[in-house]
Nanobody, 119 residues
Framework: QVQLVESGGGLVQAGDSLRLSCAAS????????MGWFRQVPGKEREFVAR????????YYADSVKGRFTISTDNAKNTVYLQMNSLKPEDTAVYYC????????????WGQGTQVTVSS
């Protein structure tokens, strides 16, 4: 079982930066791919980025490519999402999630952290 706790959300202005953190706990974390998703009320949850604990395989949604960076700190069992050049359309609840390397379904989710970008 994997437990995920996000932090770092807040209210910022367009153009600002913010870093989200996801503290992970559980056994064999190296067996998981870690992802960030976001959701706006009334819309489906949207994939943002994913990475493996080795850090060698990261992938981004086109909407955030070049502005967001996903990374891991294996010593702290923490996944980060560095968000630069934020836009009002980035406003959402951001969720950290985990799936086993051999699967496609994210079965473990954090509680979410709100990011609000004002224009």
């Amino acid at each position: 079982q994997v437990q995920l706790v996000e932090s770092g959300g807040g209210l910022v202005q367009a153009g600002d930066s913010l870093r989200l953190s996801c503290a992970a706990s559980g056994r064999t974390l190296s067996s998981y791919t870690m992802g960030w998703f976001r959701q706006v009320p009334g819309k489906e949850r949207e994939f943002v980025a994913r990475i493996t604990w080795s850090g060698g395989n990261s992938y981004y949604a086109d909407s955030v490519k070049g502005r967001f960076t996903i990374s891991t700190d294996n010593a702290k069992n923490t996944v980060y999402l560095q968000m630069n050049s934020l836009k009002p359309e980035d406003t959402a609840v951001y969720y950290c999630a985990a799936r086993l390397l051999s699967t496609y379904e994210y079965r473990h989710w954090g509680q979410g952290t709100q990011v609000t970008v004002s224009s």
